[in-house]
């Protein structure tokens, strides 16, 4: 099935092809390899909820609009004191 995958970055679209019965875990895969990025650090949303449990189905339909946004990285620890 036929699936646009968008980021936040202006004019960035890209439409994929996966199973009709894909895992949140596998659509997130083929999302971030699309949209250039880790698939550790993609985070999905649709239709305004986030896809969060990668081992359930992917509640998509054909022509469905996927975002697909970067989680920030992990802040540094905060410095010692001696």
């Known amino acids: 099935m036929k699936v646009t995958v968008r980021t936040l ?3 960035w ?3 994929i092809d996966v199973p009709d019965k894909c895992l949140v875990g596998e ?3 083929e999302a971030a390899k699309a949209a250039g990025m ?3 650090r993609a985070k999905l ?3 305004g909820a986030a896809l969060q449990d990668d081992k359930q189905i ?3 339909k054909p022509g469905d609009t996927v975002l697909v946004a970067a ?3 992990a802040p540094p620890p905060p410095p ?3």
């Open 58 to 60: 992917a509640p998509i």
């Open 13 to 15: 679209s890209a439409v």
């Open 80 to 82: 010692q004191s001696s």
């Open 45 to 47: 949303v649709l239709r």
């Open 71 to 73: 989680a920030p990285d």
């Open 9 to 11: 970055r202006m004019g």
């Open 27 to 29: 659509l997130r895969q």
């Open 38 to 40: 880790p698939a550790a």
